[in-house]
């Protein structure tokens, strides 16, 4: 066999296919020339959801909005169910769409209805800021994502490019704040996963040329401190000892000397709570503290959150919080308690492969390279609870600025180009 004669043979091919791969196909391009025709109607579109209060907590809210992204998909082909909650869980429910075929690869893709803004925030509608910035609740985290997906689909659909393709969408109801007990509230989602093969999830972008290959893990975690009630004038001594706000101060700055500073491992306390009486509302995250400066407290309370990389990080961290709760000061008891939230996205392979995907696609495109995020700057998300069942790409949505706050924008500038790259990475993906 004459090796020379072949190598470059195959070097010639494999330059011809990286070329190939960083253009659009003449399917691609009129695909990218209907995006553009629909781009206007997107920002239409966005405008009214935003408009649609969605708070976690408002059940009824959140089940308009997925009335109204439900009939749209409806419009393109796709089956559309709403699948509630049960009652005691505080939380409306999910919208699934789906179509069904044995072409490609069989793909899932995430966003959420829910936002942080409740019905009793003053920040409610979507406001132009200047001709490219909106101010709107809710419109970057994640409105524009679900209208990103919403619009890629719509233009594949009305170039006949879906026929015989399998996507599932899944539009969570309580990402924000997600429904207890998670074997329930994210059941679904899940079983979704189990009949695809990647999930692209689409919460808002880190940047216009960042995707996401792996999410850091949520936990919650509550500590409980009591203390001798007694006249302030014998704290220390043996009798009344140290009581309990000094106890849980002494814990939250062993947590802050001793587990703080592993690379991707975060904790923060957001609740704290102390004095003689306690009332804590665990629905609302709201309570109340009574207590007198010549009164010894007699119990404290913080509840917090604790970010991870891994299993194992979580579970180290979790030790060294057990074992500092557990050291208490004169005539004091601690108790600490951890729940499961979102599990860690781990950097794999797969979501690697996917991320030079996306890439090539934005090359085509003509949008510059795309990289992976630093994983440490990102929250928890939905697409955490799939990723061990699938090769998952993250950040695919909407660019802004201000997330969960009052301040929070959309730039609508880049929707239009953020909808191409979402459309021609699922057909390239779908007829694979």
Known sequence: ??????????????????????????????????????????????????NINSGTLNAKGVKQLGEVFGSAFKTIGFETSWIDMPLEMNRAGHLFAETKGTKGKRLLLIGHLDTVFEEDSPFQSFEMVNDSIAHAPGGNDMKGGDVIVLFALKALHENGLLNNAQII????????STGKPLDISRRDLVNAAKRSDIALGFETSTGFNYATVARRGSSGWEVEVEGKRAHSSGIFNEKVGAGAIFEMSRILNGFYNEVRGEEYLTFNPGMLLGGTFLDYDIKTGKGNAFGKSNVVAQTAIVKGGLRFMSEEQKE?????????????????????????SYPAMGPTRGNKDLLKQLNQVSLALEQGKVLAYDPGKRGAADTSFVAVY???????????????????????????ALTKRAAVLIYRLINQ
């Open 169 to 176: 969408v899944a539009f969570t109801g309580d990402e924000e």
């Open 1 to 50: 066999m004459n090796t020379r004669a072949i190598l470059p043979s195959i070097f010639i091919f494999l330059f011809c296919f990286q070329v190939s791969a960083q253009r659009l196909s003449r399917t691609e391009k009129k695909l990218v020339k209907t995006i553009e025709a629909n781009n206007a109607k997107a920002i239409t579109f966005l405008e009214r959801t935003v």
């Open 390 to 416: 699938v090769d998952c790409l993250d950040g695919l949505g909407t660019i802004g600025s201000g997330a969960h706050t009052p301040q929070e924008t959309v730039n609508l500038n880049t929707i239009e």
């Open 316 to 340: 180290n961290a979790r030790g060294q919080m057990r074992a500092i709760v557990a050291n208490n000061l004169p005539n004091t008891s601690a108790k600490i308690k951890f729940t499961d």
